[in-house]
């Protein structure tokens, strides 16, 4: 009964209801933001894809934000987040609009990917704040369960998002910039509806509780990376966090390898190059199965980390993973078909999710709420920058039709290096008590599916 009160508990709170709306809204027109935006540039009868055009797409909207995304982190902590969710939805659905004018005209590539970037940039930005602002809607006993409810809803409304984009895109006639176009367009209306739905939080609910002016424009880069350093040291200062930050880059760099590999599989080997409906139909069983992972994985992670600790938890993701690569290598060797990659995919998916909300549990017991954006935006930065890095290798070393089993192989050490680093930790750790946040808690969570 303890998970069903910790649950019961969290949906209890009025200001946790509302920004658990403002996020699932949002994230549903990531989905189909993020579909229009894979069709219009992966799968579209005029452009074939490869390793590399895909490592170019995610580059192009992610290394912005890495740049970027810590100095708006110095912003989260001065700015009202409440705000920041209102006016950053509106930004972004006004750039959203000006996406979908681009795709319908004749317009170069470039300029979309441009107009693209500022508005991933924005997203990232509105992501780190609800992460922020989570221990000001909940009790911090309680931040593991609400870390399992709000993001893998979250998620699972951008894999709902995406599932209906998919539908959206074949009642509109199939490929075709034009429906791309109008699916973005409809993005941008649900973009405005997330933004409304952040008026209903009072406008401190968010916090932060003290907001410090901004620095003066000549001194702004100079202040914000002073106060990203303090950031940093505030993570190297726990031990926990700095785990935390080491396992979220090497399983993002292995989710970011696998994603190019899966991308490649379903477009151009378990369906004609030349029919890109076939292959983004495959797409959206892709992201069906992830979304079911990341559900298994919010199930099993709280009552894991209750049992036998945050690490322990992540150690048992990790072997998930390899169990996941290894699978992979003998269904890509072997030249088996889509289901046995769903498999491999399910895993990964609870594999990202476990370790999403062990993480995100982690920095914000450990971390003081003053801290608490720029730790976000950094922890983004390792997030992105981990996947961006991981898309560029396999642009050079992921053939074009995805089959590359000797890459999966390398992966699955990566797991299983990770794990046993991890195993070696607890056993040199200091005895202590169980962590008593982790002992009232329930579920778990990702920010976006392979």
């Known amino acids: 009964m303890g998970p069903l009160r910790d649950l019961a508990a969290v949906f209890g709170s009025r200001g946790f209801r509302r920004l658990l709306s403002v996020r699932v809204t949002g994230q549903f027109a990531d989905g ?13 009868p005029e452009r074939q894809a490869d390793a590399r055009s895909i490592a170019g797409a995610f580059a192009v909207l992610l290394l912005p934000y890495c740049v970027l995304g810590p100095f708006m982190g110095v912003f989260i902590d001065r700015w009202r987040r409440r705000q920041i969710l209102l006016v950053a939805n509106i930004f972004r659905a006004v750039l959203t609009c000006v996406i979908a004018l681009i795709a319908a005209s ?72 034009t429906n791309d176009s109008v699916l973005i367009a409809a993005a941008a ?16 609910a968010l916090g932060p509780e003290a907001r410090l002016e901004l620095p003066p424009t000549l001194q702004a880069v100079t202040a914000v990376t002073r106060e990203l350093s303090q950031g940093v040291r505030a993570v190297l200062s726990h031990r926990g ?12 760099f292995a989710f970011g390898v696998a994603t190019v590999a899966t991308v490649l599989l379903v477009r151009n080997t378990f369906a004609s190059p030349a029919e890109p409906d076939a292959g983004l139909a495959n797409l959206a069983r892709v992201v069906l199965v992830v979304g079911i992972g990341l559900l298994i994985g919010a199930v099993a992670t709280p009552s ?30 072997q030249g088996l078909g889509l289901t046995i990659v769903l498999l491999s995919v399910l895993l990964l998916g609870m594999t990202a999710q476990m370790t999403k909300v062990s993480v995100d549990s982690t920095l914000q017991r450990e971390l003081d709420d003053s801290f608490r954006g720029r730790t976000f935006s950094l922890y983004d930065l390792v997030f992105n920058a981990a996947f961006v890095a991981a898309a560029a290798i396999g642009a050079f070393s992921i053939p074009s039709d995805g089959n590359a089993p000797v890459v999966e192989a390398v992966l699955a050490v990566l797991y299983a290096v990770v794990a046993i680093a991890l195993a ?25 599916p392979i």
């Open 241 to 252: 966090a700095r785990e935390s930050f080491a396992v979220t880059g090497a399983q993002r």
């Open 106 to 177: 004749s317009a170069p590539e470039y300029a979309l990917l441009v107009v693209g970037v500022i508005t991933i940039s924005a997203n990232r930005l509105i992501l780190a704040a609800l992460g922020a602002a989570i221990p000001r809607v909940v009790p911090l006993e309680r931040v593991v369960t609400a870390n399992a409810v709000a993001p893998t809803l979250g998620t699972l409304a951008t894999v709902t998002g995406a599932s209906a984009g998919v539908g959206l895109r074949f009642l509109l006639g199939g490929a075709g910039d």
């Open 32 to 44: 189909l933001f993020q579909t229009a935006l894979a069709s219009y540039v992966l799968f579209s």
């Open 189 to 204: 209306v649900v973009y405005v509806i997330a933004g409304a739905l952040a008026l209903r939080l009072a406008v401190d």
């Open 304 to 333: 894991l980390a209750r049992a036998v600790g945050t690490l322990r938890t992540l150690v048992i993701a990790m072997v998930l993973g390899a169990t996941a690569e290894v699978i992979r290598v003998v269904a890509t060797a």
């Open 424 to 448: 070696r930790a607890i056993r040199s750790a200091p005895p202590t008590r169980p962590e008593e946040p982790l002992q009232p808690v329930v579920d778990p969570a990702v920010h976006d």
